[in-house]
């Protein structure tokens, strides 16, 4: 059964099947037209021999068939060859007949009697001297006196049967003959257009992880096959991308991993040199304790990312009021001011209102105000709020800090990637918190801009989604201001 799983094997029955189909119906319409047309010539014939046998018998007939015969042969040419002629008086007793006839007589049936006294003329086939014989009998009227006598006139049906068996031979011939034929065509035809689909077979079989750069070669027709082609190279190319991706991203985050190992082995090698007093061991544990922090800040961001890559980090819906979660994200945020001159200012709208994760929304909010406040100048000012814009509502962080290059923004948002790397380790950064931000921003059907100018600062916008406030929830007024 392996034999008909192929496309090409498929292909070509149901071509044969189609036209096997196709040519019976075909030579079933040719044989039923053929014998008709000739059963009906057959049947014209002998009408006409016997309307000209009919105006041969004068009123009083006293023509024997002889004259009758010797009229016909006039009329017509030539004697009728395998032609049987009989002639009857009304109730049926033979008159006369043809000489080829000698002792035999023609059949008359009990039907074609009543016919013929009803003026009525009559076919029949029958089966009479060891072969089918075609009988009219036709009622001869006068005048006046109504059916006179009876003309019959029968002919051999054996040469329209040869021919139709002929026929039918030539049909049962010719038809097995094309279907060979055209199965040889089809799997032919089948061979030629699948075979690039072997091609494509091949090479995709050949592709793995190693050689993602390999593509199967487009054939020159533009046809559904290219189009498969092109859809399969479309496809290699996104491993491809992906696969490079995750090697980079593996290789960024190993060695983010590695900077913080290798400070706390050097320091904790230093420290074990010699006997030490208990004041620098505690600065050693300290700057290790760091370290830590650091790194497990950088697992907690990788998980957060890889959960979200696969699909396994799913979002807590409710209705948020983001005034509410602005406020109870600043009291996180403050303390981030604590030992910088930075003033940290936001003001709300209390009808600003999305579907959200509360958890991930506040991640996000710390996360764009912990770079804000990080990347700010002396005295600068982070300002937070709201602004409602069409559909969507806007969360906006602000701040008068260094500012970003035109060049930097298209990347600030990809993993690991930091305008300053020195600057942004010092600050205990990852380089993962914009790619977060992204993250939650577009898994709550929104999406993060920015505007920055360099020297000057920059703003952070999320648009997230506007929706209706709850309808157990009372409009509150105009929003805080600290
Ligand atoms: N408010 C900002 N002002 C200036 N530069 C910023 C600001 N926010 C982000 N950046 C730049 O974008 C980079 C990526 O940010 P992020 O992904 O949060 O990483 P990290 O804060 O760990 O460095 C930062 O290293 C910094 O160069
Ligand atoms: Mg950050």
């Known amino acids: 059964m392996k034999f008909i799983q192929s496309v090409r094997v498929r292909l070509t029955l149901w071509y044969i099947f189609i036209l096997g189909c196709t040519l ?59 032609k049987f002629i009989q002639l009857l008086d009304r109730s049926g007793n033979i008159g006369g007949k043809s000489l080829n006839l000698r002792n035999k007589r023609l059949p008359v049936s009990y039907k074609a009697l009543q016919n013929a006294a009803k003026g009525v003329i009559t076919y029949e086939t029958k089966e009479v001297f060891g072969e089918p014989l075609r009988i009219i009998t036709y009622p001869v009227k006068r005048k006046g006196t109504g059916i006179h006598s009876i003309v019959q006139v029968a002919t051999s049906l054996s040469g329209v049967k040869e021919t139709l068996t002929q026929l039918l031979f030539i049909l049962f011939s010719i038809v097995p003959l094309a279907l060979i034929i055209a199965s040889i065509g089809g799997i032919f035809l089948a061979n030629k257009v699948l075979k690039p689909i072997n091609e494509i077979n091949r090479i995709t079989r050949e592709i793995t992880s190693k050689n993602l750069e390999l593509r199967v070669p487009k054939p020159a027709t533009h046809d ?36 913080p190992l290798t ?28 370290e830590i922090n650091r790194m ?15 699909g ?13 979660l602005i406020n109870s994200c600043f009291d996180q945020c403050r303390f981030l ?15 600003a209102w999305v579907i959200g994760d509360k958890y991930r929304l506040k991640q996000m909010l710390f996360n764009l105000v912990e770079n804000a406040i990080k990347y700010s100048k002396q005295k600068g000012k982070v300002v937070i709020s709201t602004a409602q814009n069409g559909k969507f509502v806007n969360l906006l962080v602000k701040d008068e800090g260094v500012g970003i290059d035109s060049k930097d923004i298209p990347y600030i948002f990809d993993r690991f990637y930091r305008v300053d790397k020195s600057r942004s380790r010092e600050a205990g950064g990852t380089g993962l918190g914009l790619s ?47």
């Open 337 to 351: 001011v604590e030992d910088r001159d930075v003033q940290l200012t936001y003001h709300c709208q209390a009808d």
């Open 263 to 290: 400070i706390l082995k050097g320091e904790a090698e230093l420290a074990l040199r010699k006997e030490r007093p208990p004041e620098e061991y505690r600065a050693y544990l300290r700057s290790s304790l760091e």
């Open 296 to 310: 497990t800040r950088l697992v907690q961001d990788l998980l957060v990312l890889s959960r979200a890559d696969t």
């Open 436 to 482: 977060i931000c992204k993250w939650i921003a577009e898994a709550h059907g929104g999406r993060i801009t920015v505007q920055s100018t360099p020297g000057l600062g920059s703003c952070f916008t999320v648009w997230l989604p506007k929706s209706q406030a709850p309808s157990n929830v009372a409009e509150g007024g105009k929003g805080d201001e600290v």
């Open 312 to 324: 396994r980090l799913a979002l807590h819906r409710e209705p948020i009021n983001l005034a509410t």
């Open 24 to 82: 019976t119906l075909f030579s079933m319409l040719v044989y039923y037209q053929m014998s008709r047309s000739l059963y009906k010539s057959v049947d014209h014939k002998i009408l006409t021999i016997s309307e000209v046998i009919a105006s041969s018998l004068s009123p009083h007939s006293n023509s024997v068939f002889s004259d009758i015969e010797r009229d016909l042969a006039k009329k017509v040419g030539r004697q009728p060859t395998a």
């Open 224 to 259: 559904e096959l290219s189009q498969l082609v092109e859809t399969i190279n479309g496809m290699i190319q996104r491993l491809e991308e992906s696969f490079k991706q995750i090697q980079q991203f593996t290789a960024d985050a190993s060695h983010e991993l590695k900077t």
